[in-house]
Nanobody, 123 residues
Framework: ATQVSESGGGSVEAGGSLRLSCKAP??????LGWFRQVPQKEREGVAL???????EYANYVKGRFTISKDNARLTLFLQMNQLKPEDTATYYC???????????????????WGQGTQVTVSS
């Protein structure tokens, strides 16, 4: 079964940067995404990238975060800049298969999840 696995979380001061990585089926027909969750709140979408590398971002990270993938390394990335304390959360990599190259991705369709990696931003 297809799996995804994140790494790269940690602690940083506000204004700093972190890059998350995820081993994922980047070279296959999958939508890939990053989500985050804090205790007692629902998981929320952060960024997604389609099989032909079209991207979409949540408004609260637009202009600060960048999602990308390296097909040769089968790795999905989330570059997070200008981090804020409200970005503190457990970040999850996610995926779902699509039938055609270039299928648009939907936030609610993800069904393969990683174990999560903690990101903590201090003020």
């Amino acid at each position: 079964a297809t799996q995804v696995s994140e790494s790269g979380g940690g602690s940083v001061e506000a204004g700093g940067s972190l890059r998350l990585s995820c081993k994922a089926p980047t070279a296959e027909r999958y939508c890939l995404g990053w989500f985050r969750q804090v205790p007692q709140k629902e998981r929320e979408g952060v960024a997604l990238i389609g099989s032909t590398s079209d991207t979409e971002y949540a408004n609260y990270v637009k202009g600060r975060f960048t999602i990308s993938k390296d097909n040769a390394r089968l790795t999905l990335f989330l570059q997070m800049n200008q981090l804020k304390p409200e970005d503190t959360a457990t970040y999850y990599c996610a995926a779902y298969a699509v039938p055609y190259w270039g299928n648009s991705c939907r936030w609610g369709n993800f069904d393969i999840w990683g174990q999560g990696t903690q990101v903590t931003v201090s003020s």
